[in-house]
């Protein structure tokens, strides 16, 4: 079983999981996959809204939030694709090889053509 960043994958069982920590316990479900031929890495723009609320006769203030984060995913094909972990390009390389190299596929790095 490979463990790393929150996240734990059981190629023998075919399943994965994203987890977080609470007193000691890793709290998540389990996600199965099957035939996975390659891990890939891309860049992603995630986006939210934050909202304040009306204080001492002020009005409530919206805010958008736009960041961009590297992601991983485990991939069938082009279609069918888990995501594994979200971050920083450093750290999304890292987890992305390791990745690969647990489950015997190659990684296919999607940020370089976004950069051409």
């Not at 463990?3 to 987890?19: H, S, V």
């Not at 977080?20 to 996959?33: A, N, Q, V």
Request: net charge neutral; charged share 30%; aromatic share 14%.
């Amino acid at each position: 079983m490979l463990e790393l960043k929150n996240l734990l994958i059981d190629k023998e069982n075919y399943k994965f999981k994203i987890y977080s920590k609470f007193i000691g316990f890793k709290l998540g479900e389990w996600t199965k996959f099957k035939d996975i031929n390659y891990v890939a890495i891309s860049k992603v723009r995630f986006a939210r809204t934050v909202s304040s609320p009306k204080l001492n006769g002020n009005q409530s203030c919206t805010s958008d939030f736009t960041d961009f984060k590297f992601v991983v995913f485990i991939c069938k094909d082009n279609r069918i694709k888990h995501l594994v972990f979200k971050g920083e390009y450093e750290e999304a390389m890292e987890v992305s090889t390791q990745v690969a190299e647990y489950l015997g596929v190659e990684v296919v790095d999607y940020t370089k053509e976004i950069e051409s």
